[in-house]
């Protein structure tokens, strides 16, 4: 089976502009997390998506934001970039397995803001 | 709320050594623990993981105990490579509706050879 996938790998953007990604979660799998990684806060969690509905949320402003497909593909927005906002974002598809939650992580795709 | 403890780091070792990452947790109810790796440019890899307290998880000559009285879940292998050389992240999840994972700081293992 292939992986998770992430869309694009790199992104250079400027302050004040918005930032769409885009993550296709292994075949099969109905639920999407989302995670930021920066070095000075570490790995902190976004939000889940599962057949199409927001199941879980993070504490972001608002200017970040998700949504998912029919298809279980998701993206991520950040509106208004920041400089904070430069960071790793990865996606993680979610195999439900009774009670657990295994989640499997893609590439990430690594924004900078200017 | 949730929150994981990890040693803090960074680690380095000459290869064969023994390798042990501590990792303590807090949380509510009966959480699954998880060690996941990072190599240099990647996304995060599960080693292993655990479901239930006593349960030992193991992949790749890594191992980690489910300690409910110790509430722990620490990384060991007997004899390191230069390959193992990355960064580990211990983590936490719920279950159902608050399966999010909160994770360790993580830390970074160096084997020289």
């Known amino acids: 089976k292939a992986g998770v996938t992430q869309t694009p790998r790199y992104l250079i953007k400027t302050r004040g502009q918005q930032v769409t990604l885009s993550c296709s979660p292994i075949?099969?799998?109905?639920?999407v997390s989302w995670y930021q990684q920066t070095p000075g806060q570490g790995l902190q969690f976004l939000f889940e998506y599962f057949s199409e509905t927001q199941r879980n949320k993070g504490n972001f402003p608002g200017r970040f934001s998700g949504r998912q497909f029919s298809n279980s593909r998701s993206e991520m927005n950040v509106s208004t970039l920041e400089l904070g906002d430069s960071a790793l974002y990865l996606c993680a598809s979610n195999l439900l397995a009774g009670e657990v939650d295994t989640q499997y992580f893609g590439p990430g795709t690594r924004l900078t803001v200017l | 709320g949730n929150s994981v403890t990890q040693m803090e780091g960074p680690v380095t070792l000459s290869e064969e050594a023994f390798l042990t990452i501590n990792c303590t947790y807090t949380?509510?109810?009966?959480?699954?623990l998880f060690w996941y790796v990072q190599y240099p440019g990647e996304g995060l890899q599960l080693l292993l993981k655990a479901t239930k307290a006593d349960d030992k998880g193991s992949n790749k000559g890594f191992e980690a105990t489910y300690r409910k009285e110790t509430t722990s879940f620490h990384l060991e292998k007997g004899s390191v490579q230069v390959s193992d050389s990355a960064v580990y992240f211990c983590?936490?999840?719920?279950?159902?509706?608050?399966?999010?994972?909160?994770f360790g700081k993580g830390i970074t293992l160096s084997v020289r050879p």
């Open positions: 075949s099969g799998h109905r639920s």
């Open positions: 983590a936490l999840s719920g279950t159902g509706a608050n399966s999010k994972l909160t």
């Open positions: 949380a509510t109810g009966y959480p699954s």
